[in-house]
């Protein structure tokens, strides 16, 4: 169905793997487009309760937009590509079902961004992100200024970003920008299991506290959010079940409702 992405629904997980590994799963405007769709299908399809992201081989990630797109662009087409970038990655960030970016390998420019925008990141032991747009005259323009200042603070992200410097899996782990390094082979397995754990709780619930995280505001704002919430989450039949399976002692059968 795509030329540019495969793939695999397996135990309710969509499995999309960025299939372009000649040109290290760069991000080309067909890449761009695909995703968008394969969101999609995570949004809309019941059978579908989660999603990873990762890139073909064991090189890459994603090494960035595809670079050969630039050459010709004008600022008005610039605006457009960033505008389409960050429209994809916003959707990803604000999916109501969990998507795990798999690293394993090089995230640079855009693949850094892509894993950014993803609810979380495992990587395996050779990942290694960087922003290193700099080198080519240019910013990051698919988020990376705020997801990545968002993430780690303000200065590490100007120096990572002004440097372009690349950072391994240790480092960025250091920096909170990913949650566990694997063993390459190893990688899917883990990012599998953890969502397998995610799906056995109440998705409405795990749909507001994407939300509400993404909704992050130190001030009232960000717990009024959070109280809105939560006291929705009693109208749901989730809440019913899992309230009444604990009192019964038993394991909650949850619908999504
Ligand atoms: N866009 C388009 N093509 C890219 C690409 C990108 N972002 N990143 C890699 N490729 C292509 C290379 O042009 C090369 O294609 P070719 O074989 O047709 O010449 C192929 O992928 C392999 O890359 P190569 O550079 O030969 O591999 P390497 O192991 O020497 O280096 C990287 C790997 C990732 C360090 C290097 O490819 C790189 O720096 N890529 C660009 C990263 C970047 O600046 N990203 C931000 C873009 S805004």
């Not at 081989?57 to 610039?78: M, N, R, W």
């Not at 950072?167 to 250091?174: L, P, S, T, V, Y």
């Not at 717990?223 to 006291?231: C, L, M, P, Q």
């Amino acid at each position: 169905m795509y030329q540019t992405l495969l793939t695999n629904l397996e135990d309710c997980i969509l499995l999309i793997t960025i299939n372009r590994p000649d040109k290290m799963n760069a991000l080309n405007k067909e890449v761009i487009d695909e995703l968008d769709m394969a969101i999609e299908e995570v949004y809309e399809k019941a059978e579908i309760k989660s999603a990873i992201i990762t890139g073909a081989g064991t090189t890459a990630f994603v090494a960035g937009a595809d670079i050969s797109e630039f050459l010709e662009l004008k600022i008005e087409q610039a605006a457009g590509l960033a505008r389409a970038g960050q429209s994809i990655f916003d959707k990803i960030e604000n999916s109501p079902k969990p998507i795990v970016a798999a690293v394993n390998g090089f995230a640079l420019g855009g693949g850094f961004e892509l894993a950014l925008a993803c609810h979380f990141i495992y990587a395996s032991e050779n990942a290694k992100f960087g922003q290193p747009e700099v080198n080519l005259g240019l910013i990051p323009g698919y988020g990376g200024t705020q997801r990545l200042t968002q993430l780690v603070g303000r200065n590490m992200a100007m120096e990572l970003i002004m440097s372009g410097n690349m950072i391994d899996a240790k480092e960025a782990r250091e920096y909170g920008i990913v949650n566990k390094i694997i063993k390459q082979e190893e990688l899917l397995t883990s990012a599998k299991a953890i969502l397998g754990i995610i799906q056995t709780k109440a998705p409405v619930a795990v749909s507001k506290v994407i939300e509400c995280i993404n909704n992050f505001d130190h001030t009232q704002q960000g717990y009024d959010f959070e109280i809105k919430r939560f006291a929705d989450c009693f109208a749901t039949d989730d809440k019913k079940e899992g309230v009444s399976a604990f009192l019964e002692k038993r394991k909650a059968n949850f619908t999504g409702k």
